[in-house]
């Protein structure tokens, strides 16, 4: 059954710090894997993705992320966190394989919440 | 961001009313997708539309009843709703198969009293 599982409900961190949030995924096919941002209130932003080809990846506002076949982790990283960054952060995988009932099917991880100290 | 809207943004709605909120991408998407976020529950997926085909209905109360009349637009039409179901909305959309990542609308928040 596919699952994505991020360990951590509620992260704080200080204003210009080092960031890593932790994604694992449970998945029977290659998949495509995302990292999704939401503000208070607000729908969800695309912050990068990976399909194939190099492991890590380059997202938007300064984030990136790694593929892991290994561990099945894509941890989402930002090496200096600014306070705008507080929000809630989804991963989410997908099928690369055209399966019938699941295609364009994304599965969401429960999101971890980040709180940013000046 | 504006590729994908939602209206209204906010709705308040007692158990006996009829109401419909909609959803419209500009992206040129043939996917649409309906999900229900509740406080501390994960997202879930309610409803998938390829091509304005129906393909997936996550048994979803039929007091939920989504229509796709075509691949840009998404109706959600509600009645005899219950407090449970006070939730955010978010409509989303995607290109489909080799291009599945989703793009969201903001979002309708509901109300049920």
């Known amino acids: 059954a596919q699952s994505v599982t991020q360990p951590d409900i509620h992260i704080t961190v200080s204003e210009g710090a080092s960031l890593e949030l932790r994604c694992n995924y449970s998945y029977g096919a290659t998949p495509y894997l995302f990292w999704y941002v939401q503000s208070p209130g607000q729908g969800l932003q695309l912050l990068l993705k990976?399909?194939?080809?190099?492991?890590l990846v380059q997202g938007i506002k300064g984030f990136e992320a790694e593929f892991k076949r290994s561990q099945s982790s894509f941890n989402l990283r930002k090496p200096s966190v600014h306070w705008s960054d507080a929000a809630e952060y989804f991963c989410a995988v997908g099928a690369q394989e055209d399966r019938g009932s699941t295609l364009g099917r994304l599965y969401f991880g429960r999101g971890t919440q980040l709180t940013v100290w000046p | 961001e504006t590729g994908v809207t939602q209206t209204p943004r906010h709705l308040v709605m007692g158990m006996t009313n009829k109401k419909s909120l909609k959803c419209e991408q500009h992206?040129?998407?043939?996917?649409m997708y309906w999900y229900k976020q509740s406080a501390k529950k994960p997202l879930e997926l309610m409803f998938v539309?390829?091509?304005?085909?129906?393909?997936e209905n996550n048994s979803v109360p039929s007091r939920f009843s989504p229509e796709c009349p075509n691949s840009s637009h998404l109706f959600l039409h509600l009645h005899t709703l219950q407090p449970e179901d006070s939730a955010l909305y978010l409509c989303?959309?995607?290109?489909?198969?080799?291009?599945?990542?989703?793009?969201f609308g903001p979002g309708t928040r509901l109300t049920v009293t």
């Open positions: 989303a959309s995607s290109q489909g198969v080799g291009r599945p990542e989703q793009y």
């Open positions: 992206l040129g998407h043939n996917a």
């Open positions: 990976y399909f194939s080809g190099d492991t």
């Open positions: 539309y390829n091509f304005k085909e129906q393909t």
